[in-house]
């Protein structure tokens, strides 16, 4: 047995090895580059930075929050698909803290560093995504903000959550793929640019946390942006695969974080964006993901039960512009925002 353990080791080592080493390398999630920091610099002197991809979105949150000033007015919370809400939506000092994917425990985690930084906010906008009430939505990444999110529910007689450290991702076979997929691309990371272009080759932060998309993103042929959505259809599902029920643990923590917003003396804006009207037409006739419309008469209903003003705009029906200008599968434009509004 002891000779079975000793060969097993001789293969197991070595090859945990390659897959760590080669993952600090090309690190696709820049876990141990710390380049948060170097951008949050630029923008926090007014620079935009652009050649940013795959960073740690929320460790950029909460060197955001930690530094800005003067502090926001407006804090604009959700995923990628209110990117591109900023203080140009508004009359006073906005920041943008969405983050990719965002799940409950983001939104939460988020709350609580300007808590922790005794910023007060005037206003939170919160981008309601359809997986936000899916306890399987496969949504990892606010791990980053652990220590945050379980500080708000000790805070508030909820059990703290455990979690690994994020470096745990380095023995990820999982994160050794995402770095084959980068390395194969050539998507090493280049080193960040400090600009005062807005539309660059490469995506850009902005300094009120908006994003400007690259070149390629944004100028593109209407079916060449159809030909994605119908191609992307299947593995954009995935955080609302195994999605039955809305998640009544979910609801509780989301309840508690909007009625901590409403007794900080917060106004509450609850935003629904569309999805691609290709994507939504599928999902609604898909017995598996039709559930967004329930989700979206339940944000509704909780609303008006809570006198929270929302600008929901459901599917393609209500969407203010046509296909051709959306840039993504689901994220609107700047002129669809802007329309909708």
């Not at 007015?73 to 965002?102: D, F, P």
């Not at 993103?217 to 029920?245: F, G, Q, T």
Request: charged letters at 20%; proline letters at 4%; one cysteine or more.
């Amino acid at each position: 047995m002891n000779l079975f353990i000793k060969k097993c080791l001789c293969y197991v080592i070595p090859l945990l090895s390659l897959v760590v080493g080669f993952n600090c390398v090309v690190d696709p999630g820049n876990l141990v580059s710390g380049i948060e920091a170097k951008i949050v610099n630029h923008l926090l002197a007014g620079q935009n930075v652009t050649n940013v991809f795959n960073i740690d979105e929320r460790s950029l949150q909460k060197y955001m929050i930690m530094g800005v000033k003067p502090a926001p007015e407006t804090a604009i919370l959700g995923s990628s698909r209110v990117m591109l809400i900023g203080k140009n939506t508004y009359n006073e000092a906005a920041l943008n803290n969405g983050v990719s994917g965002a799940s409950l425990e983001d939104l939460i985690a988020i709350y609580q560093l300007y808590r922790v930084n005794r910023v007060k906010l005037k206003r939170v906008v919160v981008g309601i995504d359809p997986w936000l009430f899916n306890i399987n939505n496969s949504q990892i990444r606010w791990k980053t903000l652990a220590k945050e999110y379980n500080s708000f529910l000790k805070t508030n007689g909820f059990d703290p959550v455990a979690s690994l450290n994020k470096y745990f991702q380095l023995f990820s076979f999982s994160y050794f793929q995402e770095s084959v997929k980068f390395y194969r691309k050539g998507l090493i990371a280049k080193a960040i640019l400090p600009t005062n272009t807005i539309a660059n080759k490469g995506l850009t932060r902005l300094p009120d946390g908006t994003i400007s998309y690259d070149l390629k993103y944004r100028i593109v042929k209407p079916e060449v942006v159809l030909k994605r959505a119908n191609d992307e259809i299947v593995e954009s599902m995935h955080p609302l695969d195994k999605y039955s029920e809305i998640s009544n643990d979910i609801v509780k923590k989301f309840d508690y974080l909007i009625s901590e917003m409403l007794n900080d003396g917060v106004v509450v804006e609850f935003l629904l964006l569309p999805y691609f009207p290709v994507v939504y037409d599928f999902m609604m006739n898909s017995e598996k993901y039709r559930i967004i419309g329930d989700i979206e008469l339940f944000v509704r209903e909780y609303a008006a039960n809570k006198k929270i003003a929302s600008l929901t705009v459901g599917g393609n029906k209500c969407l203010p512009v046509k296909e051709p200008a959306l840039v993504g599968y689901y994220d609107l434009p700047v002129v669809g925002f802007y329309a909708t509004v």
